[in-house]
């Protein structure tokens, strides 16, 4: 359930800045797949990271 949170959001955020941002605006379908990729890869870092201070804090 939480990588399509990740993904979902990661889609909203990129229309989001797409909006803010006039001149980067790509269109919707393009914001959505540059949140979506995003989202997923900072998904994945922020899951690892956690998971490397978990392991160090455990020794």
Same mark, same amino acid.
């Given at each position: 359930?939480?990588? $399509? #949170?990740?993904?979902? @959001? +990661?889609?909203? !955020? &990129?229309?989001?800045?797409? =909006?803010?941002?006039?001149?980067?605006?790509?269109?919707? $379908? #393009?914001?959505?797949? @540059? +949140?979506?990729? !995003? &989202?997923?890869?900072?998904? =994945?870092?922020?899951?690892?990271?956690?998971?490397?201070?978990?392991?160090?804090?455990?020794?």
């Amino acid at each position: 359930m939480e990588p $399509l #949170i990740g993904l979902t @959001s +990661g889609a909203i !955020g &990129g229309n989001v800045a797409g =909006g803010v941002l006039k001149n980067l605006n790509q269109g919707t $379908l #393009i914001d959505s797949i @540059s +949140g979506i990729l !995003g &989202g997923g890869i900072s998904d =994945g870092t922020v899951l690892a990271a956690v998971g490397v201070v978990k392991n160090m804090m455990a020794k």
